[in-house]
């Protein structure tokens, strides 16, 4: 398929293919490096302008995203250790005490910034402007920010014009090997079924299973790069396309790893209840015969999904395959479903586990067509601007929470006196609603006028006709 793909169009191949080629990172760092150092000699910034390419190099990674995070990140720390430092290396010059002041003004700075690793660049960047001290500090500062802008630049403009990566093909490889892992664990799972069966060969394998949960959290990180890669991306677009499809894989393939676990569960709690002699005769031959069938039948349906996430064929001829074999799945469920039946009052427990045994495979299948299933919506790149809302919006509840909380108030308030308008136009009409609580309800209002005068009305008539002469 993808030699088809090549001969057809041999250029959109080779671009597809070219930011995986091995050294192509280090070209772009190197070229980077030799831009910005360049740029800043020409600009004159200092006599040595080491710094911007030394910023190119550091702010150039993998994806265009993190190469513009990286790069706002270091020149915020640039910033804030030479606004620390220029005052003080004016008035005071360099020493012990006013060190210890740079560096710990510098620290706190920067966690209140919150630049997480690049913490460090801000009193290195405060120190080395504190050790020209005098009246050349200002201009010391202007160039170190000057060569710091011009490698960010550089280094951003470099990994956005040469073929900015996108992980798609990585990232369908990890979400492939998951399923590939999960069907030759079941085919082997099957295996031992068919040879031999003993109560430690089902401890075994209840521990294999829970080793399974690993690869989860790898193949999530490869396709979180992907989708990172998306971000300020022009090639995006094959992300946007493959990213509905390997999330919604893998994250039914993650269930089907709990429901693996849990199947290895119940076949290893039918064994571990019965005595040693009879811990092979949990099941009969034939029920481990047909569980084995139909392990395989899901082994089989994995390598579709796997086909599907890897993208190496049509889609819709994998998931073609992936619901023949389910059906498949489904007729030998059927047969060991017969040959499991067991009578409740003869044997309580193996009518339970063998229940929760055949619960767990349906639920292994319905994962695996959730693995393929198309998805409901396409998928937008996460916007740069979601998480400082957020940070911002649970920074003003935590500040002002008063305030937030009486606006709230006022505009409920506002609410309810512009609902009382709409359905009383009338002011001098009683609003029901709101004079039932503090005047009673309205029949009682209005038959209290015609209670004849000096009687109490809240007399019930019984009791006044008691105590009247």
Not at 24 to 36: D, N, Q, S
Not at 71 to 94: C, E, F, I, K, P
Not at 440 to 458: K, R, V
């Amino acid at each position: 398929m993808r030699l088809i793909t090549f001969l057809r169009r041999p250029w959109e191949a080779a671009l597809a293919r070219w930011g995986r080629i091995p050294g192509i990172r280090t070209a772009k760092v190197t070229l980077a490096a030799v831009l910005a150092y360049a740029a800043a000699d020409l600009l004159d910034t200092t006599p040595s302008p080491i710094l911007a390419p030394l910023t190119a190099i550091l702010v150039v990674q993998v994806t265009v995203f993190q190469t513009v995070t990286e790069g706002l990140q270091r020149v915020l720390s640039v910033l804030a250790g030479v606004l620390v430092a220029v005052g003080l290396a004016t008035a005071a010059g360099l020493s012990w005490w006013s060190l210890g002041v740079v560096v710990a003004a510098s620290l706190v700075l920067g966690q209140l910034l919150r630049l997480g690793p690049h913490t460090l660049e801000v009193p290195i960047s405060a120190m080395l402007i504190l050790a020209v001290g005098g009246g050349a500090a200002p201009q010391a500062a202007t160039g170190r920010v000057y060569e710091t802008l011009i490698g960010t630049a550089t280094g951003i403009a470099v990994n956005f014009a040469i073929v900015p990566p996108v992980h798609v093909e990585s990232a369908g490889s990890a979400v492939a090997g998951l399923a590939t892992r999960l069907g030759e664990f079941l085919r082997s799972l099957a295996t031992q079924l068919r040879t031999e069966w003993s109560r430690q060969a089902a401890e075994d394998w209840l521990t294999a299973a829970r080793g399974l949960s690993a690869t989860v959290l790898e193949a999530d990180h490869s396709l979180v790069r992907a989708e990172r890669s998306a971000v300020l991306n022009p090639r995006g677009g094959e992300v946007r396309v493959a990213q509905p499809r390997l999330r919604t894989a893998l994250t039914a393939i993650e269930y089907c790893t709990i429901v693996v676990r849990t199947l290895c569960r119940e076949i290893f709690d039918r064994t571990f209840y019965l005595p040693p002699e009879l811990e092979a005769d949990a099941y009969s031959a034939p029920a481990r015969l047909a569980l084995a069938d139909v392990l395989d039948a899901a082994a089989a349906a994995f390598d579709g999904v796997a086909a599907v996430a890897r993208g190496a064929e049509a889609v819709d001829t994998s998931r073609a395959r992936v619901l023949a074999q389910l059906d498949e799945l489904y007729q030998r469920r059927q047969l060991l479903s017969r040959l499991l039946l067991v009578d409740p009052q003869a044997d309580a427990a193996a009518w339970q586990q063998h229940g929760a045994l055949l619960t767990a495979v349906d639920r292994l299948r319905v994962e695996i067509e959730a693995a393929v299933r198309p998805a409901a919506q396409p998928w937008r790149p996460p916007s740069l601007t979601a998480g400082p809302r957020r940070v911002a919006q649970r920074v003003a509840e935590q500040t002002f929470p008063r305030i937030t909380g009486r606006s709230r108030q006022a505009v409920r308030r506002m609410i309810d006196a512009a609902a009382d308008n709409l359905a009383n136009p009338d002011p001098r009409t009683a609003r029901p609603g709101r004079r039932a609580g503090r005047d009673g309800p309205p029949g009682e209002q209005a038959a209290a006028p015609a209670s004849p005068a000096g009687e109490d009305t809240a007399t019930p008539p019984r009791q006044r006709g008691a105590i009247e002469p």
